[in-house]
């Protein structure tokens, strides 16, 4: 079955820039999108189609895309942004996958 | 604004079947924009995509949960269900009921917002 593959984790000092990455054979194809979960709350859209960026969600967040990675990137890190990312794009049917997350710490 | 709240029984036994439903406010599920859709999360583990209906009754669900899945949708009620049979240990998780928009006319990946805030289901005896 098609796998989208994060790294478990990723550090980042306040104000510094953090990037998650998420690799996956069908991502040259397929859209990915991106989402915020903080600790006994629901997901919250951060990316989607690759790069656009929902209504409400800060400027310091962006996506990006390259060949079979695409990668989310926090500029300027806040405490507040501690949490875990998850990827999500499609494989070759069109059918849902979501990376294994990334946890974010803020040191 | 768009809100979707799970309902269900948060405890269920062993072989039985896990029923939820999500009731969509703010706006009708009778949209020709969107899908409707299920995830679930297990505690302190990942999100898995379970399945997505549009209004019309197509489905399309995760291969690995399809055997064992039904969704469903009444638009009379503005609502869209989910059942698991047989249920295990296995399927204990928060399950989260989400709009679901494609990129394009036919079906393919797309996107999950809003969501509602989960139901914990715990599979025990």
């Known amino acids: 079955s098609y796998e989208l593959t994060q790294p478990p984790s990723v550090s980042v000092s306040p104000g510094q820039t953090a990037r998650i990455t998420c690799s996956g054979d069908?991502?040259?194809?397929?859209?990915a999108y991106w989402y915020q979960q903080k600790p006994g709350q629901a997901p919250v859209l951060v990316i989607y189609?690759?790069?656009e960026r929902p209504s409400g969600i800060p400027e310091r967040f962006s996506g990006s895309s390259s060949g079979t990675t695409v990668t989310l990137t926090i500029s300027g890190v806040q405490a507040e942004d501690e949490a875990d990312y998850y990827c999500?794009?499609?494989?070759?049917?069109?059918?849902?996958?979501f990376g294994g997350g990334t946890k974010l710490t803020v040191l | 604004q768009l809100q979707l709240q799970e309902s269900g029984p948060g405890l269920v036994k062993p072989s039985e079947t896990l029923s939820l439903t999500c009731t969509v406010s703010?706006?009708?599920?009778?949209?020709?924009?969107?899908?409707w859709g299920w995830i679930r999360q297990p505690p302190g583990k990942g999100l898995e995509w379970i399945g997505s209906?549009?209004?019309?009754?197509?489905?399309y669900y995760n291969p690995s949960l399809k055997s064992r899945v039904t969704i469903s949708v009444d638009t009379s009620k503005n609502q869209f269900s989910l059942k698991l049979s047989s249920v295990t240990a296995a399927d204990t998780a928060v399950y989260y009921c989400?709009?679901?928009?494609?990129?394009?006319?036919?079906?393919?990946?797309?996107?999950?917002?809003?969501w509602g805030q989960g139901t914990l289901v715990t599979v025990s005896s």
């Open positions: 999500q794009s499609a494989d070759s049917s069109g059918l849902v996958v």
């Open positions: 989400a709009r679901h928009t494609l990129y394009s006319s036919s079906w393919t990946g797309g996107w999950f917002d809003p």
């Open positions: 069908a991502l040259p194809k397929q859209y």
């Open positions: 209906i549009y209004y019309s009754g197509s489905t």
């Open positions: 703010g706006g009708s599920i009778s949209s020709s924009s969107y899908y």
């Open positions: 189609k690759d790069s």
